[in-house]
């Protein structure tokens, strides 16, 4: 039996994005670049939901739990007609947890933690950053999470967690999913084993 289609969103940006700042479960919220994405992403998921015969009313829809996420989600809905409201939110969809690194760059943590930061670009998928969560973490909570999907779904929420939903899924293998960019205002569709982009 096929799984469900699952239409998946990330959330807008937020200034730390911008920044280049992890913020894992920090509550950023999206700033006026993030909510005009998240227009567009609801845009093209309102034309993805007519090509697939269906408006949006008979679908589940779930997002991550942090505000990023809930506001992206209300503004997709939005562009569909859809009342802000009516989701369900989900923990397993959260962010990975970036521990003592939320809130700092890139260049900030190699400086402060270069032998993690050297451990996790050999193997992102399995080192964690001091107080935080693997992605081998995050993907075993995305599988619980998929194992509850029974029919297509709309989910929006966030980068690593679409990343860990690759993997599960056999989409791309553990050592190349924790790199690959998770574009925003675009909308994702896996289905079939594959992953398309929409923009």
């Known amino acids: 039996m096929a799984l469900p289609r699952i239409y998946y969103v990330r959330h807008g940006e937020t200034d730390w994005n911008a920044a280049g700042r992890f913020q894992g479960g920090r509550d950023i919220p999206l700033n006026e670049v993030g909510r005009t994405q998240a227009r567009q992403a609801g845009a093209i998921l309102k034309d993805l939901l007519a090509r697939d ?35 369900a939110l989900d923990d397993r969809l959260r962010e990975i947890g970036y521990g003592e690194w939320e809130g700092f760059t890139t260049a900030q943590m190699q400086a402060a933690h270069p032998d993690i930061f050297a451990r996790r670009l050999h193997d992102k998928w399995n080192v964690a950053p001091p107080g935080g969560e693997t992605y081998a973490a995050l993907g075993e909570r995305v599988r619980q999470w998929l194992a509850t999907v029974e029919r297509d779904t709309v989910v929006v929420a966030h980068g690593g967690t679409l990343r860990g939903l690759m993997v599960v899924l056999d989409i791309e293998p553990s050592t190349k999913a924790a790199d690959i960019y998770i574009e925003q205002g675009v909308v994702y569709v896996l289905a079939d084993g594959r992953l398309a982009k929409f923009e």
């Open 53 to 87: 015969g269906g408006d949006g009313d008979d679908i589940p829809f779930v997002a991550s739990p942090l505000g990023r996420a809930m506001e992206t989600m209300e503004l997709v809905r939005g562009e569909l007609g859809l009342p802000r409201e009516g989701y």
